[in-house]
Nanobody, 125 residues
Framework: QVQLVESGGGLVQAGGSLRLSCSASGRTLSTYAMGWYRQGPGKEREFVAAISRTGGMTYYADSVKGRFTISRDNVKHTVFLQMNSLKPEDTAVYFC??????????????????WGRGTQVIVSS
């Protein structure tokens, strides 16, 4: 099991930027593919972005493609989500999640087992 803590959320105007961080502890992050999800007011949780354990593969929801960038630093046990050109519809609680893919598979399976508690992002118009 890996413990995940998100940070970096806040209030920003439309068109602005935020950088979210997800710090991991408890296990070697390099054996996990990682993902970001979000849940807006009155909405179900939805996929935002994912990254393979080495960072060699990334995948984005169509709604954020070209605006958000997921990255990771396995030495610092941290995953990032750079969010640019933010829109009011990006308002949500953002969660990071860990998928234990092991030490050989460098893809994205989407089988997340550990979740953080989330960080709030509010984009004002």
């Amino acid at each position: 099991q890996v413990q995940l803590v998100e940070s970096g959320g806040g209030l920003v105007q439309a068109g602005g930027s935020l950088r979210l961080s997800c710090s991991a502890s408890g296990r070697t992050l390099s054996t996990y593919a990682m993902g970001w999800y979000r849940q807006g007011p009155g909405k179900e949780r939805e996929f935002v972005a994912a990254i393979s354990r080495t960072g060699g593969m990334t995948y984005y929801a169509d709604s954020v493609k070209g605006r958000f960038t997921i990255s990771r630093d396995n030495v610092k046990h941290t995953v990032f989500l750079q969010m640019n050109s933010l829109k009011p519809e990006d308002t949500a609680v953002y969660f990071c999640a860990a998928d234990p893919v092991g030490s050989e598979y460098d893809g994205i399976s989407g089988s997340y087992v550990d979740w953080g508690r989330g960080t709030q992002v509010i984009v004002s118009s």
